[in-house]
T-cell receptor
């Protein structure tokens, strides 16, 4: 356990479904992130939240909608996804201003059918 | 952000020392160097971080020359379980959301 918990670990969804990925951190960090990792590709930074406010959105399609209700929880709401959105979605957290690295969760393996 | 360049892949045998070098010619004065390890279907895991000279922990050593334009991650006596992707990142000391991952180095440890 890294202190960052992601659920579910695996998810299969149809293109018309709506689902949400959840991330919870127990490290007292104040910044949280969503990354996407497609097969054989580097991690792609999707969203950044600092002190519960979104500070970065790296041109992510609107079918991905993040939510950060408090500093410990981060969600990624999914709707009308495409098969090419199938990937490993990773959540991470860090302490802003006193940066000692990111702590990642184990990820959610998403398959869109 | 300083761009990093590292070998795409490396092979080694159990018990050997493995050195992975990363080039970061445009590193800024305030930038740190951090290495992560990633196993398949898991999130990256922090290995080691340094600013200059040498840093050592229970897992690895990090060597940084005086000009800081490169760094070398050293893994002593690797085992099969060290087979993973290793990422070299250069980043500021307090930049939120500025960890940009490259392709990394895929290390294959053979028996």
């Amino acid at each position: 356990e890294t202190g960052v918990t992601q659920t579910p670990r695996h998810l299969v969804m149809g293109m018309t479904n709506k689902k949400s990925l959840k991330c919870e951190q127990h490290l007292g960090h104040n910044a949280m992130y969503w990354y996407k990792q497609s097969a054989k590709k580097p991690l792609e930074l999707m969203f950044v939240y600092s002190l519960e406010e979104r500070v970065e959105n790296n041109s992510v399609p609107s079918r991905f909608s993040p939510e950060c209700p408090n500093s410990s929880h981060l969600f990624l709401h999914l709707h009308t996804l495409q098969p090419e959105d199938s990937a490993l979605y990773l959540c991470a957290s860090s302490q802003e201003k006193v940066f000692h690295g990111y702590t990642f969760g184990s990820g959610t393996r998403l398959t869109v059918v | 952000l300083a761009k990093t360049t590292q070998p795409i892949s490396m092979d080694s045998y159990e018990g050997q020392e493995v050195n992975i070098t990363c080039s970061h010619n445009n590193i800024a004065t305030n930038d740190y160097i951090t290495w992560y390890q990633q196993f398949p279907s898991q999130g990256p895991r922090f290995i080691i971080q340094g600013y200059k000279t040498k840093v050592t922990n229970e897992v690895a050593s990090l060597f940084i020359p005086a000009d800081r334009k490169s760094s070398t991650l050293s893994l002593p006596r690797v085992s099969l379980s060290d087979t993973a992707v290793y990422y070299c990142l250069v980043h500021g000391s307090s930049n939120t959301g500025k960890l940009i991952f490259g392709q990394g180095t895929t290390l294959q440890v053979k028996p």
